[in-house]
Structure formats: structure tokens, C-alpha cells
């Protein structure tokens, strides 16, 4: 992956939050983004009153701390949670992702990396970006590759997760579709086990073909715009809400993203007043098949502000395809 596309997602997501937090980006090498991960320790959950006398212990719960990092030496509580929570460290979900590379016969140096995480580390995305060999050109020219994700929480805010989902470099969109769509997601109590990362990737990599003949049968899937504004009128309205289903009307009959300018009493998504805002970047003036459409929603999954709502949305896009083609 070039530089300038990572410098790209690292400007796209310096205004992006993870459940009202602000992120950070880092890239690099496995190693180079290992060293902006903090660590955490558990602690009794107690109170110092005045005096320094210690109130009562909560018998329920605990407090996760991160401990010093970089320039900042102090101790920072990051929440609280249950006695048989199980704290999973980020460097433990970095290890497995590097593990599962080398059970899928990938070189760790041929891999770009991609960190994204909250002001205090409490939660994180881990990014692994195949090489150029798994990525593939779907007919449009512009080349889709595939990419590991791990998500994780120290806090119990987010569930463990790896997917494994394909990545279009002209316009940054994320796509999760049919079998790679989602590989493990673990809630952090009771015995947790990290190591089925491996799995995710080796199945995900031998799925590919398949998922490249869905793209593929996406592309020769003609549409026609009676079918698409029905089905964003419905599908995408009662999916994403109105602002979305208006947003992907425009986008779908002219390649340009949109605001909302009039007022939405008595209106659709189809009718209401916009203004443009910008061209999106990978799609037509009009959409002509399935997999453009796909795009459009990829575009408007990309553009949520929220990490986490992000991932939602793009989880839903099969779903929504799958009502448009059928």
C-alpha cells in the first residue's frame, strides 16, 4: 500500500471518534505500531476518602488502569468491570494477528499495518493489509484487496472481534460480504481464546475465490433505476435512516455525494432539496449494476464518524444487497 493512501486514512480518521472518544492512527510495520500500545492492570474498585482513609471494596466489580505511557507517567482509571471479566491486552491481539500470518504462509514484511485507538487505549483497531498477490481487480479497474481486522476493548466497551473483509483503494471504502463477512466475536468473560485469529485468515484466504465470483456476479448484475428507488425507499430508508436512503439516491443517479437543504415534512428520500458536496471517488455519474451500488454503500458505511457505528453498517451491507439482487 503506498504511502499517500495511508496518509489519506490517517487524515480521514483524525475526525473520527470511537464511542465519543477521539483516535488516533498509526502505520507502519507490526513492530512500529506495537510501541503506541499502552498496557492495563486491574485494580480493586474502592474510593480514597479524606484522610486517606479507604472506604468499603466494591465485591463486584474492578477498575482497569492503563499504567505509564510515553511521556505521560500517571496511572489513568479507564472503566470498570466485573470480577470475571477477562482482560485481553492489546499486544496479546497484535501477537495473534502476527501468529495467524504465519500460519496463512504470509510474510510479515509484506504486510502494511494499521492502528487505530482511543485517547486512553481502552479500545483499539488493528488493521493487516494483505499483499498485492490476494488483492484482485473486479472489472472497474480498481483494485479491491483483502485486509484482517481485530478489534478489542479493555474495558468490556467493545467485543474481541476478527473479520476478514476487502478493502478498495480508490475511494478508502471497507466491504464485509458473504462468507468473509465475519470470523470470531468473543465476549471477555469465562475463558477467552485469541488464538482462532489464524483460523479467520487461513479460511477467509481459501473463501476469496468465492467472494471474487460474488464481485464478479455483482458486476454483470444489471440494474436500472426503477429498481434501485424502491428498494432505497424501503430497504435503506428503514435500515439507515432517511438522511442515508436520500444520500444514496443522489450518489446513485449522479456520483456526488449530498446534504440535506429542505425541509423533510411531505418528502422522500428521492424528492427532498440537496445541495452536493462532493464527488465519490470509484462510481459512476449513474449507477449500472450491483456491485456499483455496493460501493455507494460502502461509501456511506465509510463515512460515519464512529468507529464502531462504522463497522454496524457495514455488517448490514450484505443484507441490503441481498434484498436489492433479489
Known sequence: MS?????QLIEDNHRRRWLNSPVSVYQGTLDEIEQYMPCFERRSFALTQPDAICSRLNQHFDTIVRKPFRDD????PVGIVSKNYALVPHKEVLDAGAKAL??????????KAELTITEYGERMRVCLYLPDEYSFDPGDGNVMAMR???FNSVDGSTRFQALLGWFRFVCS???????TKLGLRHRHIGHLSISDVGEVLIQGVKDADEEKKNFKAWREHAVKLDDVVPWIEKDVREEWGFK???RA???????????ILGNYRNETPTTIRVGRTRRVPGTPERVRNAFDVSQVLAWLARERNDLQERLEWRQQIPGLMKALVN
Do not use: M, W
Request: hydrophobic share 40%; with cysteine; net charge negative.
Open 3 to 7: 504511502r499517500l493512501l495511508f496518509d
Open 73 to 76: 507517567r500517571n496511572y489513568i
Open 102 to 111: 504465519q500460519q496463512a504462509k504470509i510474510s510479515p514484511e509484506k504486510v
Open 148 to 150: 484482517l481486522e481485530c
Open 173 to 179: 471504502n471497507g466491504l464485509i460480504v458473504g462468507v
Open 244 to 246: 442515508a436512503a436520500a
Open 249 to 259: 439516491y443522489h450518489i446513485s443517479t449522479s456520483g456526488y455525494d449530498v446534504e
